[in-house]
């Protein structure tokens, strides 16, 4: 294909803002698919994806589009992840393109989520075309909407094209859009091959499908290619485009978007971002920007039932094929058995990895509360990652402490702004700014600990907003802090997997709720028991189990026999699964209960 003739674009929405129902018009306009072949939004391929309704792996369709001026283009349209834990993956599948069509609903105005994939299209250099879908709907509002993109992002929306995806008005003067203002990618220059990879996926029966876009040079069937990243070599076994079914070329020249099969079986072979050169010639450099997209947050997770450990092992396993940023490693612990210790990029990633577990897997889990990377600083000063907080030295072992922190931004409607930034201020946010998107709505970024993030935040958010509100974070750096790690003591004996790291300001109470929740969950013992939270040897919050009474029935008699039946049931199940703590007694029941998530 003729250069001039492609246009390489993706679309940039907030969830549900109509990004799939669009992309569907947008193909089905250019008969790309016969109308009862298409299925209902075409772009999401995984069956989790449509259920959640949320984007993850990319994918690719290549649109034949006969444009007013007589000549029919080739329009790539590249879809991206939409949640800022893919941001890796969104700036790269980005970098593939030359425009961005920004949807943004137009009876909801922009959304947090929205604003951080905008911002990594503007750092590509992206030509971006604001479309206001769902103009069809009594509530939209365009004018409105177009001002808050102009008042949020800066964006000239003179240009905006209002439409609908649903009915379709303003379909064509997308396209005609996409041809007028979207660049074509620049001609081959002479020099090696170079192709970005944007996307690899999984595929039983072919391997790693990788997808790419080709910055310079040409890619046949047959050719021997080579990843830059890892010097692997491999030849090109097929090649072809999506439309978005797989259709197979010859070959595929500069500025084209593609897939390749070459008997890679991992997608950690063929990663997200590297650049595929020829073995024969091969390019000096890369293309820019590979990067190892590194797991921020960490949690254990451990089969209910013991027996399902290899399982939990090949279900890893499997999942890791397709997804390069999952990081898992065995971890064994006294009180909870054997399980993993896995690394994700943010929370959306790990509830993906879990739900598919448990579902595709049956797999019943216990998830531990998770907790970010930490940095201890050893007393020469190097810096070591923390990854689990009972792994942090003792205090007498480091000379300092680190944790991530984050640039959270908010979108509220102006009513709530108090409340938002009284809850960023109880998690240790500093107020960087706050601006009015319209006289209603307000924009407020603070930065703030990761680890104040991933616990409840999203739903206080949420719940302190009536929902309105939204709220989108980046990773900033690793920043000193005072941070403790609190250990609890059962019986004088340690319990290593309760120990947390936190400020040194919030020990006191995190240790109290602590306390206070295994004190509920233990059973009573024949003697006292003492439970504290300790810095290091220091108590800083305790509570204590008083001694049994002889019968645990005595407490009901003449009560009712189905309770009796179920206290001795409890007991019984307790004898099973006690884990002695010295000489206390401790049922996995309890140590799950403090540390699940769910
Ligand atoms: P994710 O895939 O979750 O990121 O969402 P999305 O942005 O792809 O949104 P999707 O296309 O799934 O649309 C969300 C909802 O809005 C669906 O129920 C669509 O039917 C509806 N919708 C999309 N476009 C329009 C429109 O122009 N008008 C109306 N009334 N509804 C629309």
Not at 24 to 50: F, G, N, P
Not at 178 to 202: C, E, F, M, Q, W
Not at 471 to 476: A, H, P, V
């Amino acid at each position: 294909t003729d250069v001039s003739l492609i246009r390489n674009f993706s679309i940039v929405a907030h969830i549900d803002h109509g990004k799939s129902t669009l992309a569907d018009r947008l193909l089905e306009y250019c008969d790309a698919v016969a109308k009862r072949e298409m299925k209902k939004q075409l772009l999401d391929s995984m069956d989790l994806e449509r259920e959640r309704g949320i984007t993850i792996k990319l994918n690719a369709a290549r649109i034949e589009y006969p444009a007013e001026d007589g000549k029919t283009y080739v329009l790539n349209l590249i879809d991206t992840p939409g949640h800022v834990d893919f941001s890796y993956e969104v700036s790269r599948s980005l970098a593939a393109c030359e425009g961005a069509l920004l949807v943004v609903d137009a009876s909801q105005g922009v959304e947090a989520q929205t604003l951080a994939n905008v911002y990594l299209a503007l750092e590509n250099d992206l030509e971006i075309i604001t479309v206001l879908n769902k103009i069809d709907l009594p509530a939209a509002d365009p004018y409105r909407i177009a001002e808050e993109v102009e008042a949020t992002i800066g964006l000239d929306c003179t240009e905006a094209i209002p439409a609908s995806a649903k009915t379709g008005v303003g379909i064509q003067e997308i396209l005609e859009a996409v041809v007028k203002n979207v660049p074509p990618p620049p001609g081959p220059t002479g020099g090696p091959l170079r192709a970005l990879i944007y996307d690899s996926v999984y595929d039983e029966y072919k391997g790693v499908i990788v997808y790419f876009r080709i910055v310079d040079g040409e890619i046949r069937r047959g050719d021997k290619i080579k990843f830059m990243a890892n010097g692997v070599e491999r030849e090109v076994i097929e090649v072809g485009v999506r439309k978005p079914g797989a259709y197979e070329m010859e070959r595929l020249g500069t500025g084209e978007v593609g897939y390749m099969v070459c008997g890679v079986k991992n997608v950690l072979d063929a990663r997200v971002g590297d650049t595929i050169t020829s073995a024969k010639e091969p390019s000096e450099e890369p293309l820019d920007g590979y990067e190892e997209a590194k797991p921020m947050v960490f949690c254990g997770l451990y089969p209910t039932d013991a027996e399902d450990y290899e399982i939990l092992r090949d279900s890893l396993g499997k999942l890791k094929l397709n997804d390069a940023a999952l990081a898992y490693e065995p971890e064994a612990s006294s009180a909870m058995g054997f399980g993993f210790r896995c690394g994700f990029l943010g929370l959306l990633h790990m509830e993906i990895v879990q739900e598919r577990l448990e579902r595709e897997y049956n797999l019943d889990l216990v998830i531990t509360a998770p907790s970010v990377v930490y940095k201890a600083r050893t007393p020469k000063g190097e810096l070591i990652d923390v990854d689990s907080p009972f792994k942090m030295p003792d205090a007498d072992k480091r000379s300092g402490t680190q944790e991530p922190f984050v640039r959270l931004e908010m979108l509220t409607p102006q009513e709530y702004t108090g409340t938002l930034m009284e809850l960023c201020q109880s998690r240790r946010g500093v107020l960087m700014d706050m601006k009015f998107v319209t006289s209603a709505r307000g924009s407020i970024i603070y930065e703030i600990p990761l680890a104040e993030v991933i616990t409840d935040f999203f739903d206080q958010v949420k719940s302190r907003s009536k929902g309105y509100a939204s709220m989108e974070y980046q990773i900033l750096e690793w920043r000193d802090q005072d941070l403790v790690r609190l250990d609890i003591k059962i019986n004088g004996e340690d319990a290593p997997p309760l120990s947390t790291v936190c400020h040194r300001d919030q020990a006191h109470q995190r240790g109290k709720v602590l306390t206070e929740k295994l004190k509920q969950l233990i059973p009573r013992q024949m003697f006292r028991v003492p439970i504290q939270a300790c810095i290091g040897v220091k108590p800083v919050a305790s509570s204590a189990i008083p001694p049994m009474r002889k019968d645990v029935l005595a407490k009901c008699y003449g009560g009712d026999i189905s309770r009796k039946k179920k206290l001795l049931n409890k007991q019984a199940k307790g004898k099973k699964r006690m884990k002695s703590m010295g000489r206390v007694n401790v049922p996995q029941e309890a140590f799950m209960a403090v540390l699940d998530l769910g």
